[in-house]
């Protein structure tokens, strides 16, 4: 299987590495924008060095309730660290957006992939990813970042996800977004209860029938804390058990903030398989 993003073809016959790389002045206490950038440049060319396959470069928090950020401060965040990655790494980046004018903006400085926790539900976003030549991750969510936490609920939450990935697959692909350019996501902990997040990862299999490879997010989630009930700055362990399980059931590119570890244990699973 392989996910066209333009410049790239990435051969997803194993597991693929997205490394997350966040552009958030905010989490970086005093020194701004421009230490936030140079913070992101060294963050992300230190995950490349550990075998990430892909960087996710986000500029605007999807925590639950977080505050959102202007057009103008997402650009701020991410253009720079996109045009100075493209000099530097020859792996595609990808552009953490929903903003179909910062998918537009990061396509232009290089990146080679949309990922819309939307799935491309906002006005202009099916435009701005099918006139370029970018690959797409379509994610499910339940609600806004501000309210997905309040009680979630489904019928059937794996054919409820199923259903409204096979509609967002659909509109993409009548907006002239070709299926090899697709990936799916089921959006682990977007709208969803500790739950709703296990039945999905026990049924993960049956997301294949949807016929595109599946991304997957789990590292260091809220969904690990409760199971081992360590804050998320210590999930390192669970999120590599996390990985290794989601692997071998199929999913084919894995979202995670620990590279080194996550790429050492698909290299166990590979070999055993
Ligand atoms: C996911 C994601 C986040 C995910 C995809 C976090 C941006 C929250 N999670 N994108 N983004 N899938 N495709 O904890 O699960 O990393 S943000």
């Known amino acids: ?34 230490a936030a950038t140079n913070l ?79 799935a491309l539900q906002e006005e202009g976003a099916l435009d701005a ?13 339940q609600g806004t970042p501000q309210t997905m936490q309040n009680n979630p609920h489904y019928d059937d939450v794996v054919n409820d996800i199923k259903f409204f990935l096979k509609m967002r697959l659909q509109a993409s692909i009548h907006a002239g977004i070709q299926a090899s350019r697709i990936v799916l996501d089921p959006g682990f902990g977007f709208g969803k209860t500790r739950e709703h997040n296990i039945t999905l990862i026990q049924q993960l299999e049956s997301f294949a029938t949807l016929g595109q490879p599946l991304l997957v997010g789990l590292s260091r989630k809220s969904v690990l804390g409760q199971v081992t009930g360590n804050d998320v700055d210590a999930r390192l362990y669970a999120s590599i058990a996390a990985s290794v399980i989601v692997a ?5 590119i894995l979202r995670v903030h620990d590279v080194k570890a996550t790429v050492e244990a698909l290299k166990v699973v590979a070999a055993i398989q």
């Open 129 to 141: 990813v099918a006139k370029s030549d970018a690959g797409v991750c379509l994610m499910h969510m």
């Open 1 to 34: 299987m392989i996910f066209d993003c333009g410049k790239f073809q990435l051969d997803l016959t194993t597991p693929r590495v997205m490394g997350i790389v966040n552009v958030t002045p905010d989490s970086f206490s005093d020194g701004g924008k421009f």
């Open 248 to 252: 071998q059931k199929g999913a084919k």
């Open 40 to 118: 992101a440049i060294e963050h992300a060319l230190k995950l490349a060095s550990e075998g990430a396959d892909i960087l996710d470069i986000g500029g605007e928090s999807t925590r639950p309730n977080a505050t959102p950020v202007s057009l103008q401060e997402e650009l701020d965040r991410v253009i720079p660290v996109i045009e100075s990655l493209v000099g530097q790494i020859n792996i595609p980046l990808s552009i953490d957006t929903y903003k179909p004018q910062v998918m537009q903006a990061a396509i232009a400085a290089g990146a080679s992939i949309v990922n819309d926790v939307r």
